[in-house]
């Protein structure tokens, strides 16, 4: 077991017993906070604040002083690898990140190499050593990447993206130099998440935000090879316990029963598949993660915590689950909504682990 306070994460993510249902928020640490919002101000911009090991540690630990949560998430960005490759990376208000020089060519993606992690992103492994520091054994420490599709998405698109006609074209006319992009993403972020376990992650995750605007076929080829290729790669033992693997695929779907041939622990599921269902998709071989539809952190809390039990009830009763939205809490939330979230996991949450 992680030599922590509080294993009920750990203990979840490999399918063992618990008193009663983990739960953690993707995005936790972000702009519903105002004491984020005032630690981003002093920082200057987003990207200066993920890469200030200090000011990265205050913010990762804010919802942790707020809420009785169950594990803490580095704050970092699923965009510190392509960074680190040199490509420009910034961020434009209301329009999201972009890239001073994208990848838009068969000759960009023969010029990419593997970055040296450990020089170009060594502030993430500081703030993860300071954070993991600050909580003395309180709860698991989260480390995580995006996933090599995704980040390729932002690669050669130059950013964010509503059609994503350029990486779409690049896998039809080039999947040959497609896959070669995401071979290095891969290895690139292997040797990121492996050294994050190094600095003291208990747990990583792989957000694979956009693998759902492909077809099946080209999903697994295109995005899920990859992850496969990362979970194979990852030391999953240290210190004598394991480090659990989170993959997430927004809009997975029936997915989710290839997704778990990859060898990960768990996986996360939005809100359009219902735990149920996705138990089922799983053949419950693996734990799941989710999957509250973050609107309703918008509505009354009575709402929130039927939503709350209408989650627990479709995942059921047993071990291997994680409670968490079904993707990441949004700026405009009310925190006092996500204390009802939270207490209302904490009420009802044990009649499942009787």
């Known amino acids: ?146 996933s090599p599709w995704t980040v390729a998405t932002y690669m050669v698109e130059g950013g964010s993206s509503r059609d994503f006609l350029k990486i779409k074209s690049l896998a039809k006319e080039n999947p040959a130099s497609l896959e070669r992009m995401l071979d290095i993403l891969a290895d690139t972020t292997t040797d990121y998440l492996n050294a994050q376990i190094v600095a003291g992650a208990d747990v990583i995750m792989l957000f694979d935000t956009w693998g759902a605007i492909l077809q099946p076929d080209d999903y697994r080829r295109f995005s899920l090879a990859a992850m496969k290729r990362i979970v194979a790669g990852l030391q999953r033992e240290k210190e004598g316990r394991t480090i659990p693997v989170i993959l997430f695929t927004k809009g997975a779907g029936q997915l989710l029963g290839d997704m778990v041939d990859t060898g990960c622990d768990a996986l996360g599921v939005d809100w359009t598949t219902s735990m149920a269902d996705a138990r089922k998709y799983t053949s419950d071989k693996v734990s799941l993660q989710g999957n509250l539809n973050p609107a309703i952190l918008r509505e009354t809390p009575a709402v929130i915590r039927q939503g709350v039990a209408t989650v627990l009830e479709s995942y059921g009763a047993g071990p291997g689950h994680i409670f968490n939205l079904g993707h990441g809490i949004t700026p405009d939330i009310d925190p006092m909504h996500l204390e009802v979230l939270v207490e209302a996991v904490h009420d009802l949450s044990p009649a499942y682990h009787a």
């Open 1 to 146: 077991m992680v030599n922590s306070h509080n294993d009920l994460l750990i203990r979840a993510l490999l399918r063992q017993p618990v008193s009663r249902t983990p739960v953690w928020i993707m995005r936790q640490a972000g702009r519903y906070l105002p004491e984020y919002r005032a630690v981003r101000a002093k920082a200057g911009d987003f990207i200066s604040l993920c890469s200030n090991p200090e000011l990265a540690c205050e913010v990762t630990l804010q919802p942790l002083e707020r809420f009785s949560l169950d594990a803490a998430i580095v704050f970092s960005d699923i965009l510190t690898i392509p960074d680190a490759m040199g490509l420009g990376l910034y961020f434009v208000t209301g329009e999201g990140p972009k890239f001073e020089r994208p990848v838009a060519t068969d000759a960009a993606i023969r010029a990419l190499t593997v970055p040296d992690v450990m020089d170009k992103l060594g502030y993430v492994f500081e703030a993860i050593a300071l954070v993991k520091r600050e909580l003395g054994g309180k709860v698991p420490l989260i480390g995580f990447a995006g």
